[in-house]
């Protein structure tokens, strides 16, 4: 079992760039793929992707490619989120999700952080 708590969250301009971290307990970090996800108010969670065991090679929704970049440091059991040119829009609570040796996608995810909030103001 693994727990995760996410920190970085806050009030950011648009245009703006914000670093989420999510760090996880235990030793077997290394074994789970880690996913961000999100949700804004009055909407379903919504994935922004996902990096493997090792951090070689990531996965990101289609909306969220160029501005969103998932990293890990399997050392300090760790996983980032660096966000750049945010938008209004980008506001939401961001989450990351763990999953023993799970594939790198979007689904079947079986730990949660509780989650940080974002939010872009114009």
């Known amino acids: 079992q693994v727990q995760l708590v996410e920190s970085g969250g806050g009030l950011v301009q648009a245009g703006g760039s914000l670093r989420l971290s999510c760090a996880a307990s235990?030793?077997?970090?290394?074994?789970?793929?880690m996913g961000w996800f999100r949700q804004a108010p009055g909407k379903e969670r919504e994935f922004v992707g996902a990096?493997?065991?090792?951090?070689?090679?990531?996965h990101y929704a289609d909306s969220m490619k160029g501005r969103f970049t998932i990293s890990r440091d399997n050392a300090k059991n760790t996983v980032y989120l660096q966000m750049n040119s945010l938008k209004p829009e980008d506001t939401a609570v961001y989450y990351c999700?763990?999953?023993?040796?799970?594939?790198?996608?979007?689904?079947?995810?079986?730990?949660w952080g509780q989650g940080t909030q974002v939010t872009v103001s114009i």
């Open positions: 990096i493997s065991w090792s951090g070689g090679r990531t």
């Open positions: 999700a763990a999953d023993q040796f799970g594939a790198l996608s979007s689904y079947g995810y079986n730990y």
């Open positions: 235990g030793r077997t970090f290394s074994t789970y793929v």
